[in-house]
C-alpha cells in the first residue's frame, strides 16, 4: 500500500499506551481516513439507491401500458363487433352511456336527505354551510381513523358538485406581498403526508393559500379522506383554495388503481351512489391555475400546440375520463389508418389503435371547425398570445350552465351533466380533448421536439424547446407540474422553466423518496419543504432504507419475471440451441430484456436475481423453477392458462368491475365467459370453453351462479408484498 | 461493484497486468499516458458510472457527483482532491462535466494511482487510534468530536446519519469493530 509512512506511525501510537491525549496530527490523519471511508460508503448506497429507483418507475409505466392496452382493446370491441353477435350486449353494457336526464334529476339522485344517521354513530357530524371548525374538526376526526357517514359525504360532495360548475377551467391567483401560495404536488390518497403537510405548514385559510395539482386519488389507502377534506377547504374558502385535475380524478382509472376499491369498501350500501357523484365532480374540476399571469400551474404538463385560450373555452365536464374521447364513432379503422398523419415531430410510430383513430380525426382540423358552439374560433396564429378572454363572461357561461339561468331550457340541447349526442363539430371536440389529456398526461423530456407519450399512454413528451416557445406564445415564466416522483420531491429541468413538485413520500415503498411542496411569494421565486412521512421510516438509517426499497424493488421484478416465464425460456432456449440448459450471463441478460422491455442494467441485477449459477453460467431451468411461487388458491390444472390470468389480472379486474356496472361485486358467469373468449381474442390465445368451464367451477360461486370478482381476485395474491411489514 | 482497481489497463505498447498497490509498474506507465487507451472493461465500468448520473441523457453529470462517482469506482479522494479535479474538468462553471473531458481526466487518475484505496486495517488502526483509553468503542460525542472538526469535517446530516446507522442502542456506544465490516461489506458488491 502506499501509505506505508502513516501505518508506522500509527503502529507507534499504539505502543504508546501510556499517552492519554492523542497528539492532533494523528488525529486528523485518523478522523479523515474514517471520513473518507465513510464517504464512500454512502455514496454506493446511493447508486444503488438509484438503480433501484429505475426499477420501480420502469415498472410502473409497464403497468400503466397496459391500461392503455385495455383501452385499445375497447377500441377494438367497438370496430369488430357484428351485430348479430352475442357480444353485442356486453359491450354496449360496457359502454354504456349515461342516461340523458337533467342536473335536476341528478340531484334527486344524490339526495342524502333521506340517509338517516344513527345514534350509534360516533363519527364527526357535519353542519351546512361549511365552516372552518367544520372541516378541523373533520380533519382531527381522519387523523384519528374515524369514518365520516355517508350522508355527510354526499351532502360535502353535492356542495363541492354545485361549487365546481361555477368554476372556471384556468383559475386565476393574484400573487400578495402579505401572503405566500402553498403549492402541493400528487398525493395519491396519503393522508399522512396531507396532514404532515398541514402541521409543517398550516390550514388553508384566506390567508393561506393552497394550490394542489392533481393526482389526490388511487393506490394510498386514503383517497376518499383527502377528497373530503380538500373539498371542505373548498367549500369554506373558495376563493384560496384551488384544485388542479389531475389524470387520476379519472372513473376508469380508478377502477384499476384502487380508488373504486376503497370507496366501496368503506360504504357498502352508497358507495355506488358516491362513486357516481365523484364521477361528476372531476369532471367538473378545474384544468389549471395562473399566477399573475406568470406562473402555470398544471398536473401533467404541456404539448407543442397547447393553447390555454382554447382550453379556457372548453366544456370541460363533457370528459369525463381524459382517456376516451367523448365520442367513439365507429369509422372504420383501415379508412382512417391511412391518413394517419404525426402532427408532432419525429415519426414515433403509434402502436395503439385508438390513438391511431383518434389522431385521423384531427389531423385536418387545420381550418377552424365548422358548427363551433357559442365562439368563433380565436385565430390559433398570433405570436404573442395572451389570455384575453374575460372571466366575468367565464362565470357567466357558468352560472347558466348550472341551471341558474332559467332560461336555459330554450337551448337546443341541455347542457347539463349527460353525455349528449352531439352532432356539431367532432372534430372540436377531438381538438379540444386533445388539449386536455396533453395538460394531464405529458411529461417533459431531455431532448427538443414533441412526441407521443407511449409509456403512459397519453399526451406527450415534450422537450425544452416547447417550453420555451408556449410559455413565451403565453408570457409566462415557469410552468409547475407534478405527475411525475421525484426522489427529492421536486426537480427543475428545461432550464429552470419546467418545476415538477410531488407531495407523495415513500410512494414506492418506505424511504423510496421524500414528498415537497412549493411557498411561492410575490417575487415568484419558489421555496421548497421537503419531508418524509411515517415515524418508521425516519428511524431507519440509510442503509436500511435503501435495503428495504431495492429488496420490494427486487420482489416486484421476480414477479414480472414470473409472468414471462414462457416468454423467456423460449427467448433462453434461442442462445441454448443444443439445450444444455446452460447460457452465459450476458445472453441472459439480453434475452430477459428482450421479453420485459423495461430497459434495466440486467448485468448489474443479475446476481440479486439468479442465484444458479455454475462456473459463471446461468442454469435458467434451475432459475424458472426457483422462480415459481406458492400456488394461488384456485385449482387450475392448465398451467398456461394460469400465467395468462396471472398476466393479465389487472386488466381482468378493471374489465370486470366495469361489467359490474351496479357495483355489487358480483357478475354473471355468462358475462365471465364473454368477458373470457372477448380478452383471449384479442390477446390471441386459445381458451376454449371447457377451460373456461372448470375455471368458472373453481371459482366460488354464489347466489345462482355469479362470481364474485373479489373472492377471484383475491386468489390472485401470488407474491406476499408484506414481507417487511 | 467490484474494484477497477485490479484491473489491466492496454497501453500501446505491452505490459504486464496491473497488481492491485503495485505501483512501479504505473510509474512506468504513466510515461505514456496519453497513448494509453484503456481496456474496454474499464472503460464500460467508467462510462456506466457516469451513465448512472447522466440524468439529462446529454453525456454531462452535475459536478457534485464526481464524488460519488469516485466512490463508486472504489477511489478515496479527499474533498481537496475533489475540488481539484472538478476545477480542472468542468466545463466553464456551467456546474456540470462532459464526458469527452472526463474520460481523459480519469485515464489519468487510473494511471496515477492518485486515490490509493485504504484496507480495513488501516481503518481500524484509525478508529483505535481516537480511542485513546483502548476500551474498544467510542462515546458518541467522541466520534462527533473528532468528525465534525477535524479532517475534512461531516455536515450535521452526515453526522447524524452515521450516528443512528452505529450507535448501539442499548450502550449507546459505537463499537467500532463491529461497523468496519459494515464499512467494507458495501465495497465487496
Not at chain 1, 589 to 612: C, I, Y
Request: net charge neutral; aromatic share 10%.
Amino acid at each position: 500500500m502506499g501509505c506505508g509512512l502513516r501505518k508506522s506511525e500509527v503502529q507507534q501510537k499504539k505502543c504508546d499506551r501510556v499517552s492519554l491525549s492523542v497528539p492532533a496530527a494523528t488525529a486528523i490523519r485518523a478522523a479523515l481516513l474514517i471520513q473518507r471511508w465513510y464517504r464512500q460508503y454512502v455514496a454506493r448506497l446511493e447508486i444503488r439507491r438509484r438503480c433501484t429507483w429505475n426499477i420501480f418507475q420502469s415498472i410502473e409505466y409497464a403497468g400503466q401500458q397496459d391500461q392503455i392496452k385495455l383501452y385499445s382493446f375497447f377500441g377494438f370491441l367497438m370496430d369488430h363487433f357484428t351485430p348479430a353477435s352475442s357480444e353485442r350486449n356486453l359491450i354496449s353494457h360496457i359502454f354504456r352511456e349515461n342516461e340523458i336526464c337533467r342536473d335536476v334529476e341528478w340531484e334527486r339522485y344524490f339526495c342524502y336527505k333521506s340517509i338517516d344517521v344513527p345514534d350509534s354513530y360516533t363519527g364527526p357530524h357535519l353542519t351546512f354551510p361549511m365552516t372552518f371548525c367544520g372541516v378541523s374538526k373533520l380533519v382531527e376526526a381522519f387523523k384519528h381513523k374515524q369514518q365520516l357517514h355517508a350522508r355527510y359525504v354526499l351532502q360535502i360532495l353535492g356542495e363541492t358538485w354545485r361549487l365546481l360548475r361555477i368554476l372556471p377551467n384556468i383559475s386565476h391567483l393574484s400573487s400578495c406581498h402579505t401572503k405566500e401560495i402553498t403549492i402541493c404536488g400528487d398525493l395519491h390518497g396519503q393522508l399522512e403526508d396531507l396532514l404532515l403537510i398541514f402541521y409543517k405548514n398550516g390550514l388553508p385559510s384566506t390567508e393561506k393559500p393552497y394550490v394542489f395539482n392533481g393526482d389526490f386519488v388511487d393506490r394510498g389507502k386514503n383517497s376518499l379522506e383527502i377528497l373530503l377534506i380538500l373539498f371542505g377547504f373548498l367549500l369554506v374558502y373558495p376563493n384560496d383554495v384551488h384544485l388542479n385535475r389531475g389524470n387520476h380524478e379519472d372513473h376508469i382509472v380508478n377502477l384499476r388503481y384502487g380508488f373504486t376499491k376503497e370507496v366501496l369498501g368503506k360504504y357498502r350500501v352508497h358507495g355506488k351512489k358516491i362513486l357516481k357523484l365523484l364521477q361528476k365532480i372531476f369532471s367538473w374540476l378545474p384544468l389549471a391555475t395562473v399566477i399573475d399571469h406568470k406562473v402555470l400551474i398544471a398536473h401533467g404538463g404541456i404539448s407543442d400546440t397547447t393553447d390555454l385560450n382554447v382550453i379556457a373555452r372548453v366544456d370541460r365536464h363533457k370528459y369525463a375520463s381524459t382517456l376516451r374521447p367523448p365520442k367513439m364513432t365507429k369509422l372504420a379503422v383501415n379508412g382512417s389508418n391511412s391518413q394517419t398523419t404525426n402532427r408532432r415531430n419525429g415519426d414515433a410510430g403509434v402502436p395503439v389503435d385508438f390513438r391511431r383513430r383518434v389522431r385521423s380525426l384531427t389531423h385536418h382540423s387545420s381550418t377552424p371547425p365548422q358548427g363551433l358552439p357559442r365562439r368563433s374560433l380565436h385565430n390559433l396564429h398570433t405570436s404573442h398570445q395572451h389570455m384575453n378572454w374575460s372571466v366575468d363572461d367565464e362565470l357567466k357561461k357558468r352560472r347558466r350552465l348550472a341551471g341558474f339561468d332559467q332560461s336555459y331550457g330554450e337551448r337546443k340541447k341541455p347542457d347539463s351533466d349527460s353525455d349528449p349526442e352531439c352532432e356539431e363539430g367532432t372534430e372540436t371536440y377531438e381538438h379540444e380533448w386533445e388539449q386536455m389529456v396533453d395538460l394531464l398526461w405529458s411529461d417533459p423530456m431531455p431532448q427538443n421536439g414533441c412526441i407521443p407519450n407511449e409509456v403512459r399512454g397519453g399526451g406527450c413528451y415534450w422537450g425544452p424547446d416547447v417550453t420555451e416557445e408556449v410559455l413565451g406564445r403565453h408570457n409566462l415564466q415557469l410552468l409547475i407540474r407534478s405527475h411525475e416522483c421525484k426522489q427529492d420531491g421536486y426537480e427543475f429541468c428545461h432550464n429552470r422553466r419546467v418545476l415538477t413538485i410531488f407531495s407523495a413520500s415513500n410512494y414506492y415503498e418506505v424511504g423510496s423518496n421524500r414528498g415537497a411542496y412549493i411557498r411561492m411569494g410575490a417575487d415568484l421565486v419558489p421555496h421548497f419543504v421537503q419531508y418524509q412521512a411515517s415515524r418508521t421510516c425516519r428511524e431507519l438509517t440509510l442503509r436500511q432504507s435503501v435495503g428495504w426499497t431495492e429488496r420490494s424493488a427486487l420482489q416486484a421484478l421476480r414477479r414480472q419475471l414470473f409472468v414471462h416465464k414462457s416468454d423467456l425460456i423460449s427467448a433462453f432456449r434461442e442462445f441454448d440451441p443444443n439445450n444444455t440448459g446452460i447460457i452465459s450471463p450476458s445472453h441472459w441478460a439480453s434475452a430477459t430484456e428482450s421479453v420485459l422491455k423495461l430497459g434495466l442494467p440486467w448485468r448489474v441485477l443479475r446476481p440479486q436475481l439468479v442465484s444458479s449459477t455454475k462456473n459463471g453460467m446461468v442454469d435458467y431451468q434451475e432459475w424458472m423453477k426457483e422462480l415459481s411461487i406458492t400456488e394461488p388458491k384456485l385449482e387450475i390444472s392448465d398451467t398456461s392458462l394460469l400465467e395468462t390470468m396471472y398476466k393479465n389480472h389487472s386488466n381482468l379486474e378493471t374489465i370486470f368491475r366495469i361489467i359490474d356496472t351496479d357495483h355489487s361485486g358480483l357478475i354473471s358467469y355468462e358475462e365471465f365467459r364473454q368477458t373470457w373468449k372477448l380478452l383471449s381474442s384479442h390477446l390471441k390465445t386459445e381458451i376454449s370453453d371447457d377451460v373456461i368451464a372448470n375455471l368458472a367451477q373453481s371459482i366460488d360461486f354464489n347466489k345462482d351462479g355469479s362470481i364474485d370478482i373479489n373472492e377471484f381476485m383475491e386468489a390472485f395474491r401470488l407474491v406476499d408484498l408484506s414481507a417487511h411489514s | 461493484m467490484a474494484n477497477v482497481r485490479g484491473v489491466e489497463l492496454v497501453p500501446c505498447h505491452t505490459v504486464a497486468g496491473q497488481q492491485k498497490g503495485d505501483r512501479t509498474n504505473m510509474a512506468e506507465n504513466s510515461k505514456s499516458a496519453e497513448a494509453t487507451v484503456l481496456n474496454t472493461k474499464v472503460l464500460k465500468k467508467l462510462k456506466g458510472a457516469f451513465q448512472a448520473f447522466d440524468t439529462k441523457s446529454d453525456n454531462t453529470v452535475d459536478i457534485k457527483e464526481i464524488g460519488t462517482i469516485f466512490y463508486s469506482l472504489g477511489f478515496f479522494p479527499t474533498q481537496a482532491d475533489l475540488q481539484k479535479f472538478t476545477s480542472e474538468v468542468e466545463d466553464e462553471r456551467s456546474g456540470y462535466i462532459h464526458w469527452d473531458r472526463f474520460l481523459p481526466a480519469m485515464t489519468k487518475v487510473l494511471l496515477e494511482d492518485k486515490f490509493p484505496p485504504i484496507s480495513d486495517e488501516l481503518l481500524l488502526q484509525a478508529f483505535e487510534v481516537l480511542d485513546k483509553e483502548k476500551r474498544g468503542y467510542l462515546e458518541p460525542e467522541e466520534l462527533t468530536n473528532y468528525m465534525t472538526k477535524e479532517g475534512e469535517p461531516f455536515t450535521q446530516e452526515e453526522m447524524d446519519e452515521m450516528l443512528t446507522a452505529f450507535t448501539d442502542e442499548e450502550k449507546k456506544h459505537i463499537y467500532y469493530k463491529d461497523v468496519i465490516p459494515h464499512l467494507t461489506l458495501e465495497r465487496k458488491m
